[in-house]
């Protein structure tokens, strides 16, 4: 895992995060108005909160969309997470050229879900697999 660097926006949204949610925040990344959390594993329910009340407060708070996904220290497990809850079929990944590369099989009705509007979830996903499981890239399959 390479060492992770956050500015001052990011750290801000942890803390906000956190103190109305109470689960532990590992990362955190943006893309436009959408703020991705990486929570601790087992603090899904925590985060999301009854009825997702925990997001829409963060929301409220930070005037962002927000997408929350679960750690795992299993590679696949992790890409997995990161597209809950899309049933993702398979994922396979694998080494070329000094290159990790996730391949997510996916139904094609959610290929668009997986890719977020305007490639934000996608771009979320990328980023949060290259910095904590060395990733650097991530395809989408359509079955």
Do not use: W
């Amino acid at each position: 895992m390479s060492r992770i660097r956050l500015g001052s926006e990011e750290i801000r949204y942890m803390t906000i995060f956190e103190n109305l949610t109470g689960a532990g925040i590992k990362d955190c990344v943006h893309s436009e108005n959408i703020m991705g959390f990486l929570v601790n594993q087992g603090d899904m329910g925590l985060a999301i909160g009854k009825s997702g009340s925990n997001i829409e407060k963060v929301r409220k708070a930070t005037g962002r969309e927000i997408l929350v996904m679960e750690f795992s220290d299993d590679a696949t497990e992790f890409v997995r997470n990161l597209f809950q809850p899309i049933k993702v079929r398979r994922i396979k990944i694998h080494s070329a050229d000094n290159e990790k590369v996730a391949i997510v099989e996916v139904n094609r009705n959610d290929r668009k879900k997986v890719i977020g509007h305007g490639g934000h979830k996608i771009k979320i996903a990328k980023s949060l697999a290259s910095r904590h499981h060395n990733i650097n890239d991530i395809k989408i399959k359509t079955l």
